[in-house]
């Protein structure tokens, strides 16, 4: 699986995750595990972000020498 289509579905799956939850809120469920499931995608969303700039920014350096 590549990086964009690792970004693009988490990002839906976090978005549809931040659904379910305002919808619990609303009606006044408990949402602790939908909760845990969110810190999780944002912490692969991160890591994957993370990893990309780390590697823009070796290439930027070696471009530059």
């Known amino acids: 699986m ?3 289509q690792m970004v693009h579905i988490v990002s839906r799956e976090l978005s549809n995750l931040n659904r379910q ?3 619990k809120i ?3 469920v408990s949402y602790d595990r939908d909760a845990r499931r969110h810190k ?7 890591g994957v972000r993370r990893r990309e700039r780390f590697a823009q920014r ?6 530059f020498l």
Request: avoid cysteine; charged fraction near 20%; charge should be neutral.
């Open 40 to 46: 999780i995608l944002l912490a692969q969303l991160a």
């Open 58 to 63: 070796v290439l930027g350096f070696l471009s």
């Open 2 to 4: 590549s990086k964009n």
């Open 21 to 23: 939850i305002d919808e």
């Open 26 to 28: 609303v009606r006044g």
